[in-house]
């Protein structure tokens, strides 16, 4: 078995023996998150009511995330420590060696993407996002199940690797080496709304790529050669290895990595606490408007 690293098709995972994938469903719902395990977010219930088989269910919140650290200045989503996320893979029983799929809705993949960035940040390279996401397996005709799925537990350690991310937020200032890509819509970007933080705009100098630009309109990715020429446009004579994306909270972000991946521009980084973390200081200077390029 050929194991993928970034997309994978909806025959492709159809193929997959049981024994041999992780499966993830990673819906999730910004703005209907759930308060507690009595009031569960849309996604998990989306996930109760209907998944594909042998999939466990991921919050970003309390699984891709640590929100007891928001206070720290690291964003609305600040990672998860190395700890908990061995404890999440453990719950999962991932073992070295499997494929692991993870999907969302086809808004975007957005918490898979999370998902997909925070195993390869653990070293796992196995892992895949279900091109086309939920609906596109479900347009496939393909079997779905409901309720809650628990694998037996297996002992993980993991480790991050701290060269893949930046939570410093001076290291953004001043520094021409380096293209910083937001990956919000363009309104947020610009600072022209901003529906979630507190202040709207963005890290002066950044430039803007929107994730949904990484997408077809029935919501799969674009050919790996399209994306290349539209990231290089942005890149200029800059190395992939210049490029340290960011979002609102660390999240989107990582559909921008994915993408680039996919592209075959490897080596860029992800700005973890994001825009929600770089205005948690209102010292930190505040751009509007388009940034040339």
């Given at each position: 078995m050929t194991l993928k690293t970034t997309l994978i098709d909806v025959q492709e995972l159809a193929a997959l023996a049981p024994a041999d994938v992780l499966i993830v469903d990673c819906r999730f719902e910004l703005m209907a998150p759930g308060t507690g395990e009595r009031d569960v977010g849309k996604g998990e219930r989306d996930y109760r009511d209907g998944h594909?088989?042998?999939?466990?269910?991921?919050?970003?919140?309390?699984?891709?995330?640590?929100?007891?650290?928001?206070?720290?200045?690291?964003?609305?989503?600040?990672?998860?420590?190395?700890?908990?996320?061995?404890?999440?893979?453990?719950?999962?029983?991932?073992?070295?060696?499997?494929?692991?799929?993870?999907?969302?809705?086809?808004?975007?993949?957005?918490?898979?993407?999370?998902?997909?960035?925070?195993?390869?940040?653990?070293?796992?390279?196995?892992?895949?996002?279900?091109?086309?996401?939920y609906q596109a397996w479900v347009a496939a005709g393909m079997p779905v199940e409901s309720g809650d799925v628990h694998r037996e537990p297996r002992p993980v350690s993991v480790y991050f690797d701290a060269e893949q991310y930046l939570v410093e937020h001076d290291l953004l200032r001043n520094d021409p080496a380096r293209v910083l890509l937001d990956a919000r819509a363009a309104p947020r970007y610009r600072g022209e709304v901003e529906p979630i933080d507190p202040v709207g705009g963005h890290v002066p100098g950044a430039l803007n790529r929107p994730f949904a630009e990484n997408l077809r309109e029935d919501g799969r990715f674009k050919q790996a050669d399209v994306l290349r020429q539209e990231f290089q446009a942005l890149l200029g004579a800059h190395a992939s290895s210049d490029v340290v994306h960011m979002c609102g909270s660390g999240v989107t972000a990582c559909h921008n990595l994915l993408a680039m991946e996919h592209a075959g521009l490897g080596g860029s980084r992800l700005y973890a606490p994001s825009w929600s973390g770089w205005v948690s200081d209102a010292s930190r200077p505040v751009a509007k408007g388009s940034e040339p390029g």
């Open positions: 594909i088989p042998g999939a466990v269910y991921a919050s970003l919140d309390t699984d891709l995330s640590d929100l007891a650290r928001k206070a720290q200045g690291l964003g609305r989503h600040p990672l998860p420590l190395e700890a908990a996320f061995s404890e999440v893979l453990s719950r999962w029983a991932w073992h070295e060696g499997m494929q692991v799929v993870c999907y969302d809705a086809a808004n975007g993949s957005l918490a898979a993407a999370r998902l997909w960035w925070l195993l390869r940040l653990a070293g796992i390279r196995d892992v895949a996002v279900l091109d086309g996401g």
